[in-house]
Nanobody, 124 residues
Framework: QVQLVESGGGLVQAGGSLRLSCAVS????????LAWFRQAPGKEREFVLG????????YYGDSVKGRFTISRDNAKNTVYLQMSSLKPEDTAVYYC?????????????????WGQGTQVTVSS
């Protein structure tokens, strides 16, 4: 059983930065592909970005390219989402998700494990 706990959400002004963390309970974090999704009210869950277990492959959603980055620290069982140049349209609940293989895909249904989500609100 893989447990994911997000943290770091909050309120930030447009143009600001925020870093989210996802703590992974699984000791074998190096065999888990991790991704961030987000969901705004009334909208479908959207893929943000992901990184494979070896850190050799990343996949960015079009709406965040050049602004968001993902990294992982397997020694700390943690993956990070660094967000910069935030826009009001980035406002959403952000979820950490995991799948037990080494391929990143932008499809929520492929991710078996999910965190509870953390709210990010960007004010204009």
């Amino acid at each position: 059983q893989v447990q994911l706990v997000e943290s770091g959400g909050g309120l930030v002004q447009a143009g600001g930065s925020l870093r989210l963390s996802c703590a992974v309970s699984e000791r074998a974090i190096n065999t888990i592909t991790l991704a961030w999704f987000r969901q705004a009210p009334g909208k479908e869950r959207e893929f943000v970005l992901g990184i494979n277990w070896s850190g050799t492959s990343t996949y960015y959603g079009d709406s965040v390219k050049g602004r968001f980055t993902i990294s992982r620290d397997n020694a700390k069982n943690t993956v990070y989402l660094q967000m910069s140049s935030l826009k009001p349209e980035d406002t959403a609940v952000y979820y950490c998700a995991a799948k037990t293989d080494n391929s990143v895909f932008p499809i929520a249904a492929l991710y078996y494990y999910w965190g509870q989500g953390t709210q990010v609100t960007v004010s204009s």
